[in-house]
C-alpha cells in the first residue's frame, strides 16, 4: 500500500506560479507510470501531465509549455511545475501512480488562479 500526499496548492493571481509536489510513502521507483489528474467544478477529471519510469513525459495539450512534470525517485516525489497559469487552471489536482498490480491517488491540492 503506498499513500500519496499532495501540497502546494494555494491561491495565485494569473501569470503566477505554483509548484505542486506528490510525497508517496513507498518507494516510487518501481511505479510503470505517475501522472497529475485535475478536476474543475462541474467538470470531469482530466489527465494534465505524466511521466514514466523511463522519464517519458506527455502533457495534455492545454498545459504544454507552461507545466513541466518531473519526479525524484531518491525522494519518493513528484512535482508539478505550473508557470504562466490561467484561470482555468483552477482546479483540484491529484497524483497518481501506477504499479504493475495496483494504482493509488492523492487525496487532492486546491489550485485557485483569479483574474
Known amino acids: 500500500q503506498v499513500q500519496l500526499v499532495e501540497s502546494g496548492g494555494g491561491l495565485v493571481q494569473a501569470g503566477g506560479s505554483l509548484r505542486l509536489s506528490c510525497a508517496a510513502s513507498g518507494s516510487i521507483r518501481s511505479a510503470n507510470a505517475m501522472a497529475w489528474h485535475r478536476q474543475a467544478p462541474g467538470k470531469q477529471r482530466e489527465l494534465v501531465a505524466s511521466?514514466?519510469?523511463?522519464?517519458?513525459?506527455n502533457y495534455a495539450e492545454s498545459v504544454k509549455g507552461r507545466f513541466t512534470i518531473s519526479r525524484d525517485n531518491a525522494k519518493n516525489i513528484m512535482y508539478l511545475q505550473m508557470n504562466s497559469l490561467k484561470p482555468e487552471d483552477t482546479a483540484e489536482y491529484y497524483c497518481?501512480?501506477?504499479?504493475?498490480?495496483?494504482?493509488?491517488w492523492g487525496q487532492g491540492t486546491q489550485v485557485t488562479v483569479s483574474s
Open positions: 497518481y501512480a501506477k504499479y504493475i498490480w495496483s494504482e493509488y
Open positions: 511521466i514514466t519510469s523511463g522519464v517519458g513525459t
